[in-house]
């Protein structure tokens, strides 16, 4: 008789319905080997849209944007020029949540910690994800990208540190890996997916499923009054009043520094039990 491979060195059982369990343990084994082995502690988190451009590259599509069409003063032309200005103003938010990302890694390389300490993290793709990465690297830091893979989209940013970016399939194990590790968000403006991964802390934070509680940083107030009342909820009772201080909204990264350092040094850099004091490395981030 002809050997047979072992079970978990045969792709066609790995990649089969009954091997599913197989896989979402891989996807949580195989990123926390990498963590512990680069000494990763915990992070803070960037979430923004995807879509929003550096100043430069927002500038030189502008540019070729007139040079193409000249000055057409039909309707489309002017819908089109609408979005090419609207998309120089966004890119404030890329250069800083940039800075914003440079600063907290230059402080965090500061610390005295035998762990790396709230590492900049994205979800790894373009817009306020790369302007954080690119930001923590260029700070000399540390920077994480959890990157999704799915079919038709844009592959990760140049600017993830190379041992730190990482695929995944499943959108749960993804979220599993943001909450895990995080110690503070910062919410850039952004679509759906930003929205969801905002209230997807949001409800964690609420419900105490977290250790601690992950400060949230709502950047932009232009945008997210427009869009996001949450009094109301609390106005009628389907949330707490004090569910409301969750959420800190700036305009300035000067803002966001001063409150994300603040938090971050007396809710994570001082132990609250000798436990948490003696407790090393990644398990120290969650029960």
Not at 5 to 22: D, G, K, Q, T, V
Not at 178 to 201: C, M, N, Q, R, S
Not at 259 to 281: C, Y
Request: with cysteine; glycine share 6%.
């Amino acid at each position: 008789m002809h050997s047979q491979p072992l079970a978990y060195l045969m792709p066609e059982f790995l990649e089969s319905e009954e091997a599913r369990p197989i896989r979402l343990l891989a996807e949580y084994l195989e990123p926390l080997r990498r963590f512990e082995a680069q000494k990763i502690q915990d992070t803070v988190v960037f979430f923004g849209s995807a879509r929003t451009r550096s100043r430069q590259c927002a500038e030189q599509a502008l540019a070729a944007f007139h040079e193409h069409h000249g000055s057409d003063p039909d309707e489309a032309f002017q819908a089109e020029r609408t979005r090419a200005d609207r998309a120089i103003a966004w890119s404030r938010y890329y250069e800083d949540a940039r800075e914003l990302a440079r600063r907290l890694t230059r402080w965090s390389l500061g610390l005295d910690a035998a762990q790396h300490r709230f590492v900049v993290c994205s979800g790894g793709g373009p817009g306020i994800m790369e302007a954080a990465n690119r930001g923590a690297r260029e700070a000399g830091g540390k920077t994480i990208g959890l990157n999704i893979r799915l079919p038709f989209e844009q592959g990760p940013n140049p600017y993830i540190s190379r041992d730190l970016h990482f695929e995944f399939h499943y959108f749960f194990m993804r979220k599993f890996w943001f909450a895990y590790l995080a110690k503070a968000l910062v919410i850039f403006p952004g679509g759906f997916g930003t929205l969801d991964e905002l209230f997807e802390i949001l409800t964690l934070s609420q419900t105490e499923k977290l250790s601690k509680q992950i400060d949230i940083v709502l950047y932009g107030t232009s945008y997210w009054d427009s869009i996001l009342q949450l009094e109301p909820m609390a106005e009628w009772g389907a949330i707490s009043p004090q569910d409301l201080a969750l959420i800190h909204r700036v305009d300035t990264v000067d803002a966001a520094f001063a409150i994300l350092t603040k938090n971050l040094v007396e809710k994570h850099l001082m132990p609250q039990t000798p436990q948490e004091a003696k407790a090393p490395g990644i398990a120290r981030t969650r029960a």
